[in-house]
């Protein structure tokens, strides 16, 4: 039987460290650590910082996909995609992420995109 073409992992992060949230170049060194935890080659990235207290919205753009992610500090929260090919480890990408920002809890959603061909 054949894989479907990709998994798409929706990853919300609960109780996060509020500090790392606002800070558009740890959460670039945070990313590209879990692209290179699931083996993934980053192409490009692009962050952008939204001031003061505001958060950072951000994108590796894969060879395989994507990794990106969305915060906002002032509620602790984090929103993370790994959408990868095949048979990729995406799981462990989405390891490094809670890890890397301290979530007190998390809720994981994996989707197979497309059919296996």
């Not at 990313?31 to 952008?48: D, E, G, M, N, V």
């Amino acid at each position: 039987m054949s894989l479907p073409p990709g998994r798409h992992g929706l990853l919300d992060l609960y109780g996060c460290d509020a500090s790392i949230l606002r800070d558009a170049d740890r959460l670039h060194t945070l990313l590209a650590q879990a692209a290179a935890a699931a083996r993934a080659t980053i192409l490009h990235s692009r962050f952008h910082t939204f001031g003061g207290a505001g958060g950072v919205t951000g994108v590796l753009l894969l060879a395989e996909s994507h990794i990106s992610i969305h915060t906002w500090p002032e509620h602790r929260y984090a929103a993370a995609d790994i959408f990868l090919c095949g048979k990729m480890p995406a799981e462990a990408a989405r390891r490094t992420i809670e890890q890397g920002l301290s979530a007190r809890r998390s809720r994981w959603q994996s989707i197979i995109r497309g059919e296996a061909l």
